[in-house]
């Protein structure tokens, strides 16, 4: 009886959380519709041009994301290591890159700021790095 009584009660839970995302997942693009025809009303054929131009932005940002994976894979892996902050900051350009293309103020606010977050950059390895401590620098001459 308490399985019964326990699973009962997470049912309830679900719901709210889908229920929770359906209004996230509708409400998110009638809040850009509604502040898209605001701005429209106060700056006219400026906002047309915003839109268009950050989803050229956004187009640019996912084909620049492409060869920078590469690019920064082969320099992880040049080093000796396998690096996940290369996949993160591919994954941070992207969907910076699809919410500049998603018609809208609220998302190209949202795309700004994770493409202005301050980056991870490891430091770098030394594979041929001198040994630091007791090295005395000198040259050598055998005498017969």
């Known amino acids: 009886m308490g399985a019964v009584a326990r699973y009962g009660a997470v049912q309830p839970e679900k719901d709210r959380m889908r229920f929770l995302l359906l209004v996230i ?7 850009e519709i509604a502040l898209l025809v605001r701005l429209a009303d106060v700056y006219g054929w400026w906002v047309l041009a ?26 992880a892996l040049a080093a000796g290591q396998f690096s ?8 941070r350009t992207v969907l910076a890159g699809l919410l500049l293309i998603f ?4 998302s190209d606010f ?20 001198r040994p630091q401590g007791h090295v005395i620098d000198g040259q050598f001459r055998r005498e017969r």
Not at 113 to 123: D, F, N, T, V
């Open 110 to 129: 949202i795309a700004l700021i994770l493409l202005l977050l301050p980056r991870q950059m490891p430091e770098p390895v030394h594979v041929h790095a």
């Open 103 to 106: 018609p809208g103020i609220l």
């Open 84 to 91: 996940i902050a290369a996949f993160i900051d591919s994954a």
């Open 25 to 31: 997942l509708l409400g998110f693009p009638l809040l």
């Open 50 to 75: 915003w839109v268009v131009l950050s989803a050229v932005a956004g187009v640019a940002l996912l084909k620049e994301a492409r060869f920078a994976l590469v690019a920064r894979l082969g320099a």
